[in-house]
Every structure is written in structure tokens, then in C-alpha cells.
């Protein structure tokens, strides 16, 4: 008797006219493509656009902190890292909560609140930059708030993953994070844009004026120009109020995989406890790390990152109550898991460096290039004189990141076809040389007095990276869609998204030291020497001769 006689004596579902979908049975094939098909695709399409808004409002600060510093906002350039520091560390914390949240309320409750919970951040990220005399501390609880969109993937890769089969996992995933992450680029290339006018006329407030030359898509613009920086929140809202919408009355929950997320009002308390929860030890570790006058600045950001992240676990742990609670418990089942791991530090190679990158390469490119590299009288290199010839961050800063979300779904589809592990593996070779490579055209630019000659090199190894990166997210997906079964992949693509999100901590933190040091391509150089010993655990966990699962 085949596999699918079983099935064949049940009746085939018609296609489900409420938003609660009892039956799922994506691996029949007759119930596939009677009903399945049309209801997963349904709600992938909707997710697609859900998550590219999650990403825009989380990866808004790193051109937002370009136009503050063009704008003479008072704060030094390592401050504003900062807020891309603090937006990239809240998003990663939130995937950990998120991860868990399709199971506890349902996909369409979570992916509909958590699109509808970015119009906040949004909204007050527009009131707060029409103050630039504001502390620092505003712009700091803005960044903050952002990180909400960076939670959203989490949640979203895992709703995404119970409703298509295994063999069609590469793909679906793809597409969800692929052009998901199209949110990066989109965010570039839009943010740039409404800031040249009066999007909301008088209801936008007063434009402000450039000190520095500015730039956008098409090129440079100049200073004195007038500019409305607030619309860099304000712009989201005219999207994430008709996908809000949309989510609500297009999108379904899965029972099967959702059995007791309750009512609607119940499963939004749970995402908003559980999120409420991810903001406690965010906000305890940034107060111990961040330097003085925000916080104590006694932790390094390699013990930092690590206790935020068992903080967030404990927390989530220790404060799940009833059904929760059991819930949680078995979530955490994958810890137990050895490929957990191994997948984990392959995730950081592959989405960690495109989010990571995506924060900093805006100011990277400013910093580096924006400034000319000249000794002093007393033959100390100086980085403060205005290169009158710099290349606008935000013209070129949105490429690469569109080139990694471009080419994603294509790494889920090759994997589908050879394999995940050899694909990761390729393309974390490829990454080791284009990091050493980026990092020594950063260190001749960094001493030069004409630094904008080496920046079309700088922008193609960029480019590069990104790229292979944005293969080896559609590879690691799939991946892991293949060694977990259906009631841990979701969790586990959840989990591994948020500590690979930390890298949107890490990147910005780490290039702004090393270029505060004047040694900007220890960042890269260290970051080639992580990618080549995940280049040994892909092979010894899936490449070997014995390997535990081959080439998965």
C-alpha cells in the first residue's frame, strides 16, 4: 500500500473560507494540489510584503544616521553608530521571542500584529527627528522601538515554513526572505527619496536645511538644500496600514500547527507579553554596554551579545504561564539538538553578514570616503578635512544589499536541485577571499588623501559579499528545512535567524571601532577568519565522508 492510499480514503478539504484552517496536509500531494497550493501561496504573498516593511523600518537608521550627520545633528559619528547598533541588537532579540510565536497564537494573528505594531516606530521616529535638539537618549529609544521589524522575520520564516512541502521548502523560503529582504534596498532607495519633498504638506512639519552635501539614487545633492528627514518614518505608514488589512483578511492559522492559540484578543496578548518581555534584557544589556552618558559601558560586546541572548531565553522561560508555558517547553526542545548549532553558526556567515553589512555600509562608505586621509604638522593622520570629490552613501549604499535579496531566492532553488551544503560551502569560500580583498582596498583608502579612487573597488567586493551571501541564505534554509521535521523547522529557522540577526549588532560596532582606531580592515580580516572555520564545521557536519546528515 503506498504512502498515499492512507490519505486517499479521506475527503479532500475545499479550499478554507475562514481564517482557522483545520485540515493541512501538505506532503498528500492530492490534497496539494486540490487545496493546499492556493491557500499557501495566498499567504505567501501577503507575507512577502509584510516582512519587506519589517525590514525597512528596522535597517531605516542606517541611512537615517547619514542624513542626521549631513544635517549637523549634534552628535558625534560614533553616537549615531550607535543607533544602528541599538536597531540591529533590539531586532535580533525580538526573533528570539518571535521564533516561538507562530505555535502560541496562530500565523495570521502574529504576522497581522506585528506588521500593525511598526506603524509606532515609524510614526515616532518622524515626530523625534524634527528635533534635533533632542537628546540622544530619543533617537536611541526610536532605534529601539525599530527593532520590532527585525523580530517579524523570525516569525514570518517560520509561518511560512508549515505550509509548503519539504521539497518545495527552498523555494517558498526563498521567496519569504528573498524579496522580504528586499526591505533593505526598498528602505535605500525610498528613504533618500522622500526626504527631497513635503510628503505630507503641512501635516510633515518644516523641512531643514543640509550643511553637507547629501545624495540620492541619481546622484549628489548639494548643500543648503532644503530637506524633510522625518519623512524617513513617516513614509511607512501609507504601506503598513493597507497590509495590516491585508494580513487580517488574507492570511490564515494553521491548527495543525497552532492548536491552541485561542481567540484573536488572546493570541495578541501573548505576542505582546512575549515581545514586552525581549525589550527587559535588550534594554539591562545596552544600559551595561553602551558608554557613558546613556549607560555604564562596563560590558565588552562579546560578553554583552551572549547575555542578552540568555537573558531573553531565561526571561521567556521563567515568565510563560498555562498552556504558554508547556508551549515554550517544547519549543526548546531544538537546544538539545546538535544541528541547531551547527546550522546557527552557518546562518551568521550567510544572513548575519548581509543584515550586519546592510546597517553599516551606508556610514561606512561616508566615514571612509567622505573625508580626506591626510598627515598633520606633526605627522599624524587626520580624517576630518571634506573630500570635495566623496561618493554619496546613499546612491551607492542600497546595491549591494539589493543584489543579496535579488539572488536569494536563486540560492533556494539551486539547493533544492544539489544540495544546500555544497552550495553554502562554495559560497563561503567565496566570502572568506572577498572579505581579506575588501579589507585591504578599506585600509589603502583609509590613508589616502584621495580615497574615492579606490571606491569602485570597495563597492564591487561589497557587492560580491552580498551576493554570496544572499545565495547562502536561500542554501542554510533549505538546509535546515531538510534535517528538521515540520514541528521544529519553524523554531529552529526562528532561532538561527535571531542570533544571524545579532550581526546587525556586531558589523556596525565592530567596522565603527576599527575605523575609530584607524585600522578598518581588522574588522573584515577578522570577519574572513570566522567565515573559514565555518567553512570546516559545513564540512564536518555534511560535507565528509561520514558525515551526520550528507549534503543535506
Known amino acids: 500500500m503506498n504512502a498515499n492510499s492512507h490519505t486517499a480514503a479521506r475527503p479532500v478539504q475545499a479550499a478554507p473560507t475562514g481564517p482557522?484552517?483545520?485540515?493541512?496536509?501538505?506532503?498528500?500531494?492530492?490534497?496539494?494540489?486540490?487545496?493546499?497550493?492556493?491557500?499557501?501561496?495566498?499567504?505567501?504573498?501577503?507575507?512577502?510584503?509584510?516582512?519587506?516593511?519589517?525590514?525597512?523600518?528596522?535597517?531605516?537608521?542606517?541611512?537615517?544616521?547619514?542624513?542626521?550627520?549631513?544635517?549637523?545633528?549634534?552628535?558625534?559619528?560614533?553616537?549615531?553608530?550607535?543607533?544602528?547598533?541599538?536597531?540591529?541588537?533590539?531586532?535580533?532579540?525580538?526573533?528570539?521571542?518571535a521564533s516561538f510565536l507562530i505555535r502560541l497564537a496562530g500565523g495570521r494573528?502574529?504576522?497581522?500584529?506585528?506588521?500593525?505594531?511598526?506603524?509606532?516606530?515609524?510614526?515616532g521616529t518622524g515626530i523625534a527627528l524634527q528635533h534635533p535638539e533632542w537628546p540622544l537618549w530619543v533617537f536611541q529609544l526610536m532605534a529601539l522601538w525599530s527593532g520590532v521589524g527585525g523580530g517579524n522575520f523570525a516569525s514570518s520564516m517560520s509561518n511560512i515554513s508549515t505550509f509548503f512541502p519539504k521539497r518545495l521548502q527552498g523555494t517558498a523560503l526563498g521567496l519569504n526572505a528573498g524579496l522580504g529582504n528586499f526591505g533593505v534596498t526598498t528602505m535605500q532607495v525610498v528613504i533618500p527619496l522622500v526626504m527631497t519633498l513635503p510628503l505630507l504638506g503641512a501635516f510633515g512639519g518644516e523641512s531643514m536645511t543640509l550643511v553637507k552635501d547629501s545624495g540620492w539614487i541619481f546622484g549628489k545633492i548639494a548643500a543648503g538644500t532644503p530637506t524633510w528627514i522625518?519623512?524617513?518614518?513617516?513614509?511607512?505608514?501609507?504601506?503598513?496600514?493597507?497590509?495590516?488589512?491585508?494580513?487580517?483578511?488574507?492570511?490564515?492559522?494553521?491548527?495543525?500547527?497552532?492548536?491552541?492559540?485561542?481567540?484573536?484578543?488572546?493570541?495578541?496578548?501573548?505576542?505582546?507579553?512575549?515581545?514586552?518581555?525581549?525589550?527587559?534584557?535588550?534594554?539591562?544589556?545596552?544600559?551595561?554596554?553602551?558608554?557613558?552618558?546613556?549607560?555604564?559601558?562596563?560590558?565588552?560586546?562579546?560578553?554583552?551579545?551572549?547575555?542578552?541572548?540568555?537573558?531573553?531565553?531565561?526571561?521567556?522561560?521563567?515568565?510563560?504561564?498555562?498552556?504558554?508555558?508547556?508551549?515554550?517547553?517544547?519549543?526548546?526542545?531544538?537546544?538539545?539538538?546538535?544541528h541547531t548549532w551547527s546550522m546557527t553558526a552557518l546562518y551568521v556567515v550567510t544572513f548575519g553578514s548581509f543584515i550586519g553589512f546592510s546597517m553599516a555600509l551606508p556610514l561606512a562608505i561616508t566615514v571612509i570616503f567622505g573625508f580626506q586621509h591626510v598627515p598633520d604638522a606633526a605627522g599624524v593622520m587626520t580624517h576630518t578635512i571634506k573630500n570635495p570629490n566623496a561618493p554619496s552613501a546613499l546612491t551607492y549604499a542600497w546595491i549591494g544589499p539589493f543584489v543579496g535579496a535579488a539572488i536569494r531566492p536563486l540560492g533556494?532553488?539551486?539547493?533544492?536541485?544539489?544540495?544546500?551544503?555544497?552550495?553554502?560551502?562554495?559560497?563561503?569560500?567565496?566570502?572568506?577571499?572577498?572579505?581579506?580583498?575588501?579589507?585591504?582596498?578599506?585600509?589603502?583608502a583609509y590613508g589616502s588623501a584621495a580615497p574615492e579612487q579606490y571606491f569602485p573597488t570597495f563597492l564591487g567586493l561589497f557587492i560580491l559579499l552580498f551576493a554570496a551571501s544572499g545565495i547562502g541564505n536561500g542554501s542554510t534554509f533549505r538546509t535546515v528545512g531538510v534535517i528538521f521535521d515540520r514541528t521544529q523547522a519553524g523554531?529552529?529557522?526562528?532561532?538561527?535567524?535571531?542570533?544571524?540577526?545579532?550581526?546587525?549588532?556586531?558589523?556596525?560596532?565592530?567596522?565603527?571601532?576599527?575605523?575609530?582606531?584607524?585600522?578598518?580592515?581588522?574588522?573584515?580580516?577578522?570577519?574572513?577568519?570566522?567565515?573559514?572555520?565555518?567553512?570546516?564545521?559545513?564540512?564536518?557536519?555534511?560535507?565528509?565522508?561520514?558525515?551526520?546528515?550528507?549534503?543535506?
Open 20 to 97: 482557522d484552517v483545520e485540515d493541512w496536509r501538505p506532503e498528500d500531494d492530492v490534497f496539494w494540489e486540490s487545496t493546499g497550493k492556493k491557500v499557501a501561496y495566498r499567504n505567501l504573498w501577503i507575507s512577502i510584503p509584510a516582512l519587506l516593511c519589517g525590514f525597512a523600518v528596522w535597517g531605516m537608521w542606517g541611512i537615517i544616521t547619514v542624513q542626521m550627520l549631513n544635517l549637523g545633528f549634534p552628535f558625534s559619528k560614533e553616537q549615531l553608530f550607535t543607533l544602528t547598533a541599538i536597531a540591529g541588537i533590539s531586532g535580533a532579540t525580538m526573533r528570539i521571542p
Open 109 to 123: 494573528n502574529t504576522i497581522f500584529l506585528t506588521t500593525a505594531m511598526l506603524l509606532s516606530p515609524a510614526i
Open 230 to 338: 522625518q519623512n524617513a518614518g513617516f513614509a511607512w505608514v501609507f504601506s503598513l496600514v493597507p497590509l495590516s488589512i491585508l494580513c487580517w483578511f488574507g492570511m490564515n492559522n494553521l491548527k495543525t500547527v497552532s492548536p491552541a492559540t485561542g481567540s484573536p484578543i488572546g493570541a495578541f496578548m501573548k505576542i505582546t507579553y512575549l515581545y514586552t518581555l525581549a525589550f527587559i534584557p535588550t534594554i539591562g544589556m545596552l544600559y551595561l554596554y553602551l558608554p557613558a552618558p546613556t549607560g555604564l559601558g562596563v560590558l565588552n560586546m562579546w560578553v554583552a551579545i551572549p547575555l542578552d541572548i540568555v537573558a531573553a531565553l531565561l526571561v521567556m522561560r521563567l515568565a510563560a504561564f498555562g498552556t504558554m508555558k508547556e508551549n515554550v517547553a517544547k519549543q526548546f526542545a531544538i537546544f538539545s539538538n546538535r
Open 412 to 444: 533556494g532553488w539551486i539547493s533544492d536541485k544539489v544540495g544546500g551544503s555544497i552550495v553554502t560551502q562554495i559560497i563561503s569560500a567565496v566570502m572568506v577571499g572577498a572579505s581579506v580583498a575588501v579589507g585591504y582596498v578599506m585600509m589603502q
Open 491 to 552: 523554531p529552529v529557522l526562528g532561532w538561527t535567524s535571531a542570533v544571524a540577526a545579532y550581526g546587525a549588532f556586531i558589523a556596525p560596532v565592530v567596522i565603527g571601532d576599527q575605523i575609530k582606531a584607524g585600522t578598518p580592515q581588522i574588522a573584515m580580516y577578522g570577519f574572513a577568519v570566522f567565515y573559514a572555520v565555518c567553512l570546516i564545521v559545513n564540512w564536518w557536519f555534511y560535507l565528509r565522508k561520514n558525515a551526520y546528515v550528507k549534503n543535506p
